[in-house]
């Protein structure tokens, strides 16, 4: 018997019969497939532990949503599992008409909204400035509050608006950004203005005027990390004295190693941050503190792949949990920031 074993071994080892299959499987491209396929797997596993989550009333639509805010005090931070269950994010997806999904794109219009709030930005007669809103819905957030809110997006002209155009992610029409359950066209047109602006070239006209300004995750699209950084201390010239700026953006939580520096899509580590901070703090301003801690959830280790939403597949896309996930290979998730006009 123990004979019979070896030899079956023996068939089975790098010359045998496993050895003939893997070599096919090289040549004629299953390897690659079959790691798309392991990827896939994983998706799944991550969506069945975001499932329990949901069931449980920790997230989704069995959550409770408080019906009033919950005060925090956030500085910086990551987009982190505790906080799609926490109830200072239920509260806004509640307000905005979301479900606490298990997603940071919802974290960080929750995070906006939060800090907006907790400094008295959400009543009449305050003043916002949104830069590259895309399809958002904050807009129509913040006209149901009473603010004046200066709408911008690149020109729809711009070669580099065309992408958005085509997703319908770009903020250039009232159609775009209006979201009829949460204000009526009327309200709506009369408290919010629409105006193309690039975030590199931000008109003198805006300076001064407003109470705070925000992005959603835009500055990574700016072209670099360098003209990302220059966008946020620019962005500041259009704050009145005391005004307050709220931006998200991507994030490599490797605080060393490669990113992406250049390009459509780039990638802020922690020294880019700590870059900002001394640079803001030399005009003048104060970012306040930056907590980088990632997060002890099971969700905040878990790295969603491709294929996302939209893309070509042969199975169901499962919804797996997307607080962090992959870009060219990097481990990414959003942070957010805020800084005090000095």
């Known amino acids: 018997m123990l004979r019979r074993l070896r030899s079956i071994a023996r068939g089975l080892g790098p010359g045998g019969l496993l050895g003939k299959i893997q070599s096919l499987e090289v040549s004629s491209g299953a390897v690659a497939r079959n790691a798309e396929l392991a990827a896939w797997n994983t998706k799944v596993m991550g ?62 219009d929750c995070y906006a909204l939060q800090v907006l709030h907790e400094r ?5 007669g305050k003043r916002g400035l949104g830069f590259a809103v895309g399809a958002e819905w904050l807009p129509s957030f913040l006209a149901k509050r009473g603010v004046e809110v200066v709408a911008t997006d690149l020109d729809a002209e711009d070669m580099r608006a065309q992408n958005w155009i085509k997703a319908d992610q770009h ?49 990574e699209h700016c072209g670099s990390i360098r003209q990302g950084l220059d966008f946020v201390v620019e962005a ?15 994030f490599n939580m490797n605080p060393e190693g490669p990113t992406i520096e250049e390009g459509a899509t780039v990638l802020f580590q922690r020294r880019h941050m700590e870059e900002l901070e001394a640079r803001l703090s030399l005009a003048g301003h104060r970012m306040l503190p930056m907590d980088f801690g990632t997060g002890t959830g099971i969700l905040d280790g878990f790295v969603d792949l491709p294929p996302y939403p939209g893309n070509a597949s042969p199975l169901a896309i499962p919804e797996a949990p997307h607080l962090r996930l992959s870009i060219m290979g990097l481990v990414a998730t959003s942070i957010g920031f805020i800084v005090e006009k000095g």
Not at 174 to 199: A, C, H, Q, Y
Not at 236 to 250: F, I, K, N, S
Request: proline share 8%; aromatic share 10%.
């Open 47 to 108: 969506s069945a532990i975001a499932a329990g989550f949901y069931e449980a009333g920790l997230a989704g639509r069995q959550a409770p949503l408080p019906p009033e805010p919950v005060h925090m005090g956030f500085g910086g931070r990551l987009c982190r599992q505790e906080d799609i269950e926490s109830p200072w994010l239920r509260h806004w997806c509640g307000q905005i008409g979301f479900v606490p999904m298990y997603h940071r794109k919802v974290w960080e």
């Open 236 to 250: 500041m010239r259009c704050l009145r004295p005391g005004g307050v700026a709220v931006h998200t953006t991507e």
């Open 171 to 219: 903020g250039g029409r009232v159609e775009t950004i209006f979201k009829p359950g949460l204000i009526d066209l009327d309200s709506f047109n009369s408290r919010v203005s629409l105006r193309p602006v690039d975030m590199n070239r931000i008109p003198a006209d805006l300076h001064g005027g407003f109470d705070f300004v925000w992005s959603v995750c835009s500055l």
């Open 120 to 124: 008295g930005m959400l009543a009449p």
